[in-house]
């Protein structure tokens, strides 16, 4: 990154502007401030869903292909600033630079995916007395509210797709990891029309007004199952549409034919990628009590190789947690994993500056513990021992959430037979948390509704339209 001072603004109707007052964003390696980002207000949040009102019918007569070729540009700009989009995701979010290089390049990805889609109408019935033809239309203006744990990638995934179908976007990223965000701002800027893309940033409570915003017709909402329940509630007052993709607890079952050396180092990706702040890792691992010896061992082993620090340090593996209130939540889950498990490896809070929790496997632990049941969002994995398969899957799905699970065994055909019946939006085999914005990533009970990425992702973000007419 350059030695100039990172200058950071808001996205409203074409323009960079300054926010209404400024915040220290702070490096969660060092606890160093890294920039000061503009935060806007409710006034400034009114003008970008104004301005996102007004761009949105030409936009909407834009042909698609010229939208699609928007997202192109969108996307090979990203790749010329990968480097400084990196890093700023590093400092920012904390995690490992190749790490924060895959989420830019995810970026581009989804830019490439979308802008290559096509929303043809489609004829359902001709004869000489009537032609009745299908169209997917645009909602209008979406609001895209956004965790902090992987900001550039989950912000992508609902502006590709929302621009494209027509719609126009006012997008929120969450008041600890703004910057990457703002960074995109300026290379929309220079490639999208005015109004059609803003982006906004608080500290913390402008949500709610975006959603409550009468001009704004979908919401499409990243983050805690609780506060998708609250979109959800006043969503439903003026009927918006949303998107909600929420917390999980993702469980991996382990069948006992696998080579447990080789899966270990998956495992470990698995379910400590990016320190465990990924909706999707795995947060529960049921491992058969023939191998659950082994694989405590083989995954110890692998855990004890694991540098964390800096992610900025090119050996690092393990960057921090990203802000103070998740430090604190992920070190009380900590404690009480002490008292209702033993700990494997990790454990450990170093002294110092940092937002540090060494990754940690808690083993002699069970359903029931508040480890195993919720979602700590951190770098604690508890290992379930089962004995019968069918108790494992129902253990499985005795959750609340339902985003992702895996099951792991050198059998692939008995594996899928398992995976057919875990309850999840996805289900993977023998790997986990594999992701790409052409492949959708949809949702089920508590950990929220609809679909986000792939062209499923797409076609959430607009309405079916039938013209139906008597010849
Ligand atoms: P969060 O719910 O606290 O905040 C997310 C966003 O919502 C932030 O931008 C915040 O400012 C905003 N917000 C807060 N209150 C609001 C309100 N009342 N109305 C509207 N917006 C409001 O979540 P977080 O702590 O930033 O993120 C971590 C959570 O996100 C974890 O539970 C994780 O599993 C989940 N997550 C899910 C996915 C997925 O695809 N399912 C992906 C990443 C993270």
Redo the contacts with the bound molecule.
């Keep these: 990154m350059s030695s100039k001072p990172m200058n950071f603004k808001l996205l409203i109707d074409g323009s960079m502007i300054d926010g209404v007052a400024t915040v220290d964003i702070i490096n969660p390696a060092d606890e160093s401030v890294i920039a000061q980002s503009p935060v806007g207000d409710e006034a400034l949040l009114n003008r970008a869903v104004e301005a996102a009102r007004r761009a949105q019918p030409a936009w909407a007569a834009t042909p698609l292909a010229e939208r699609g070729d928007c997202l192109r540009q969108l996307g090979v700009a990203v790749a010329e600033q990968e480097a400084e989009i990196a890093q700023l995701l590093t400092l920012e979010v904390g995690r490992p630079l190749p790490l924060a290089h895959y989420e830019a390049q995810l970026v581009q990805k989804s830019c490439a995916f979308y802008s290559e889609q096509r929303l043809d109408m489609e004829v359902l019935h001709e004869d000489e007395a009537m032609t009745v033809t299908l169209l997917r239309v645009p909602l209008g203006v979406v609001a895209a509210?956004?965790?902090?744990?992987?900001p550039l990638y989950?912000a992508i995934n609902k502006l590709a797709p929302a621009v494209l179908a027509g719609n126009t976007i006012v997008l929120?990223?969450?008041?600890?990891s703004p910057l990457a965000t703002l960074k995109l701002g300026e290379l929309v800027r220079d490639i999208f029309p005015p109004g059609v893309v803003n982006i906004i940033t608080?500290r913390?409570?402008?949500?709610?007004a975006?959603?409550n915003h009468p001009a704004v017709n979908k919401?499409a909402?990243?983050?805690?199952?609780?506060?998708?329940q609250?979109?959800l509630e006043?969503a439903a007052k003026s009927m918006k549409k949303v998107t909600?993709?929420?917390?999980?607890n993702d469980a991996a079952i382990l069948l006992p034919d696998v080579d447990v050396a080789a899966i270990a180092p998956a495992i470990i990706f698995g379910a400590f990628f990016n320190s465990g702040?990924?909706?999707?890792v795995i947060k529960r691992l049921y491992v058969h009590e023939a191998i659950y010896e082994q694989v405590c061992e083989a995954l110890a082993a692998g855990l004890s190789q694991a540098v964390m620090g800096n992610g900025m340090d090119p050996d690092v593996m393990f960057g921090p947690i990203q802000n103070a209130?998740?430090f604190e939540k992920v070190k009380g889950f900590l404690e009480e994993a002490r008292q209702t498990g033993k700990i494997v490896c990790g454990g450990e809070v170093p002294p110092g500056k940092g937002y540090f929790v060494t990754p940690t496997l808690v083993r002699d632990i069970s359903d029931g513990s508040r480890l195993v049941d919720e979602?700590p969002?951190g770098p604690i994995l508890p290992i379930i021992k089962y004995r019968d398969i069918d108790d494992a899957v129902a253990r499985a799905n005795a959750s609340s959430f339902g985003?992702g699970a895996s099951v792991w065994s050198a059998d692939t055909a008995l594996a899928e037979q398992v995976a057919a019946r875990l309850e999840a939006g996805t289900v993977w085999v023998n790997q986990h948390c594999a992701i790409d914005p052409s492949i959708p990533?949809p949702?089920s009970k508590k950990?929220?509704m609809g679909v986000?990425a792939g062209r499923a992702g797409l076609l959430e973000y607009t309405n079916l339209k039938v013209v139906n007419v008597k010849k």
Excluded: R
């Design positions: 509210i956004l965790p902090w744990n992987a989950l929120k990223p969450a008041p600890t608080d913390n409570e402008l949500g709610a975006l959603v919401v909402f990243t983050g805690s199952t609780v506060t998708g609250k979109i006043s909600l993709e929420l917390s999980g702040q990924i909706c999707a209130a998740q979602e969002f985003l990533f949702t950990s929220g986000e």
